[in-house]
Structure formats: C-alpha cells, structure tokens
C-alpha cells in the first residue's frame, strides 16, 4: 500500500510552510524541515515499512516511526548522509527524547552508504519484538528487542534538519502465523432488557473498554452479573484495511447475536441451551464471509443473554497477508 503524502499525514505541531509537497528529481515528494507526520487512523503491529529520502544539505537526518504509542514514544529508525559507522541508527524515542546516547555501538549503528543528492530506500521490517533494516534493499542492521515491547502502534516520518521523503509504501507481514487472528479490543454498552432496543450510539462515556482474553473469548459475566431476566449488551470495534478485500470471519457466541459489519446486518442467530450446541461458545461457530472497505471498518454485536451459564463471544478474522488491524 502506498501512502498519499498529501491526504493521509497528520501534521499536527508543524507549521504549514515547514513541511510542503512538492516536485523534487522529477517525482511527488514531501519536503519536512524537522519533525514527525504520521498516518491517519492507521495502527501496525507486524509490518514492512519503506520510504524514499533525499538529503540536500549537508547534515541531516531522517526515518521511519513505528509502533508508536504517542507523539513523544515510538521506535524509530533513520538514516544520515555521513561516513562511518553512524549512517544508520537505531533510535527510541522516550518522553519526547531521542535516546541515541544511550542506544549506541553496533547492537545500534550501522554503515551504510548515504550520498548526498540522490533518492535511497530504507526499509523497516518489524516482527513480534525484533526489527531489520536495509538500506537500497540490503539488510543493515537487526535490533533483536525493541525497546517500547509494544505490539502495535501508529506509522510516521521523521527528520531532523530538512530533507525529502518520496514513495513511503506499507504493508502487513505474517510473522509466522496461519494469519488467523481473534480479534481482542472491543468496547461494549452498559447491558439492557433484550426486549427494549437501545441506541448502538450509547455515550461514549456509557461504553467500557474490555480486552479479550488470549483466545479471543470476552465473557461478560466478568462486567456484568446475570439479570432476572434476558439482557443484552452491545460490542463494537473498528478493523482498519489496508486496500478493499474480501475476508473470512469465524463467530463464537453464547446464547444469541446479531452482527453488523458498517451498519449492515452480517449475521443474526441463537445459540441456547437446549439447542444442538447446548449454548456452548465453541462448539459449532459461524464461518462468514465479509467485504472491507479501504480504511476503518465499524464492526457491531449485539449478544444476548438467556441462560445463566455464561454469555460471551469470540470473533476470529482471517488475514494471511497481514492487511488488517484493530484501531479502536
């Protein structure tokens, strides 16, 4: 996927004439005197990232940010057009705070060559905690601990001095996996009377952020204990993809669920006691079949609850090529 340096970067804290799209070496390039633009509404764990940069003047730095929690806390990677062990550098940014000082020598460091004038790719391959990095598509330095541990994050460009970046291009990588993942941020509603429909746009103050267990279960009898009679309760999260796409989903519900993918009804089914499955979450989920939109897809359930021998859900998505992520 390719990044559009005008209508996907987010500028915020850098004055308009500080970073300008413009025509360098005859391509579309971003000109970014110093500082961080990341992509809107995009959030990375296992990724390929590459952008072009071009260096100018003498002195400069520039890079890629990932798996970034804030604008003051990423990993970052960047190169320099300088000679030695120093043109290629490993640098995590902390409160605010390049850690260069720190994070130095050749666990850190690696040369390269960075000339001056001229377009040079570098590539950030980041899978589970380790990350690569390659200069002009050979492999410069390995980080085998990525120093923030977090999982996922959002993507950006970086320099310090001005420079130009062109071409910035991402995609998912599998890192390993059978590219079946469940699904485990969600956000659910205060629970009501199955029998009295309530609004999905609930206050965002009535909604509560819930994690999925390892497996992807959320068992709501940990928020909620079991009313007098049936109730319901809302879940919802957002799947931002990549680029348009067919994908597969697998539903675990128990006792009754109706789900809808951007407002349109995807699935509705029972699963109670008494029924072939007894209730049981596992036994005999829903495999379905679901169109994606490029950028954030709203994905709803409402799960009821009949039975007083647990209520829950597990939805599992299927991604083998990594286009996927969780964004809400």
Same mark, same amino acid.
């Given at each position: 996927?390719?990044?559009?340096?005008?209508?996907?970067?987010?500028?915020?804290?850098?004055?308009?004439?500080?970073?300008?799209?413009?025509?360098?070496?005859?391509?579309?390039?971003?000109?970014?005197?110093? +500082?961080? =633009?990341? =992509?809107?509404?995009?959030?990375?764990?296992?990724?390929?990232?590459?952008?072009?940069?071009?260096?100018?003047?003498?002195?400069?730095?520039? +890079?890629?940010?990932?798996?970034?929690?804030?604008?003051?806390?990423?990993?970052?990677?960047?190169?320099?057009?300088?000679?030695?062990?120093?043109?290629?550098?490993?640098?995590?940014?902390?409160?605010?705070?390049?850690?260069?000082?720190?994070?130095?020598?050749?666990?850190?460091?690696?040369?390269?060559?960075?000339?001056?004038?001229?377009?040079?790719?570098?590539?950030?391959?980041?899978?589970?905690?380790?990350?690569?990095?390659?200069?002009?598509?050979?492999?410069?330095?390995?980080?085998?601990?990525?120093?923030?541990?977090?999982?996922?994050?959002?993507?950006?460009?970086?320099?310090?001095?001005?420079?130009?970046?062109?071409?910035?291009?991402?995609?998912?990588?599998? +890192?390993?996996?059978?590219?079946?993942?469940?699904?485990?941020?969600?956000?659910?509603?205060?629970?009501?009377?199955?029998?009295?429909?309530?609004?999905?746009? =609930?206050?965002?103050? +009535?909604?509560?952020?819930?994690?999925?267990?390892?497996?992807?279960?959320?068992?709501?009898?940990?928020?909620?204990?079991?009313?007098?009679?049936?109730?319901?309760?809302?879940?919802?999260?957002?799947?931002?993809?990549?680029?348009?796409?067919?994908?597969?989903?697998?539903?675990?519900?128990?006792?009754?669920?109706?789900?809808?993918?951007?407002?349109?009804?995807?699935?509705?089914?029972?699963?109670?006691?008494?029924?072939?499955?007894?209730?049981?979450?596992?036994?005999?989920?829903?495999?379905?079949?679901?169109?994606?939109?490029?950028?954030?897809?709203?994905?709803?359930?409402?799960?009821?609850?009949?039975?007083?021998?647990?209520?829950?859900?597990?939805?599992?998505?299927?991604?083998?090529?990594?286009?996927?992520? =969780?964004?809400?």
């Amino acid at each position: 996927m390719r990044i559009d340096l005008d209508s996907q970067l987010e500028r915020s804290g850098i004055e308009p004439d500080h970073c300008v799209l413009t025509q360098h070496q005859g391509r579309t390039a971003l000109w970014l005197d110093t +500082g961080l =633009v990341t =992509v809107r509404e995009l959030d990375l764990g296992d990724l390929e990232a590459s952008v072009d940069v071009c260096f100018t003047q003498r002195l400069g730095y520039a +890079g890629i940010a990932f798996r970034g929690g804030d604008r003051d806390n990423y990993e970052l990677c960047y190169v320099s057009p300088i000679r030695g062990a120093e043109a290629v550098q490993y640098d995590p940014v902390f409160g605010g705070s390049n850690t260069w000082q720190v994070y130095c020598g050749a666990d850190h460091l690696a040369p390269a060559h960075v000339p001056h004038h001229r377009w040079v790719t570098l590539t950030v391959r980041a899978v589970g905690d380790r990350a690569s990095f390659s200069v002009d598509g050979e492999e410069v330095l390995r980080i085998h601990q990525l120093k923030h541990g977090r999982p996922t994050g959002f993507l950006g460009l970086w320099c310090y001095k001005p420079c130009y970046f062109s071409r910035f291009r991402v995609r998912g990588v599998n +890192g390993g996996r059978d590219g079946t993942e469940p699904i485990r941020r969600w956000e659910i509603s205060p629970k009501f009377p199955d029998d009295q429909e309530m609004s999905a746009t =609930v206050e965002p103050c +009535g909604w509560k952020a819930v994690e999925a267990e390892p497996d992807g279960v959320v068992c709501l009898n940990r928020y909620y204990a079991k009313g007098p009679g049936c109730e319901s309760v809302y879940a919802r999260t957002v799947i931002h993809a990549l680029q348009a796409r067919r994908v597969r989903m697998t539903l675990g519900f128990s006792d009754g669920c109706t789900m809808w993918l951007n407002d349109r009804e995807l699935f509705r089914g029972t699963n109670f006691w008494g029924e072939a499955d007894s209730g049981r979450l596992s036994w005999n989920p829903a495999h379905l079949r679901a169109s994606l939109k490029p950028g954030p897809n709203h994905l709803r359930l409402k799960v009821m609850e009949q039975d007083r021998f647990g209520w829950g859900f597990r939805l599992e998505i299927a991604d083998p090529e990594c286009q996927l992520t =969780v964004c809400l």
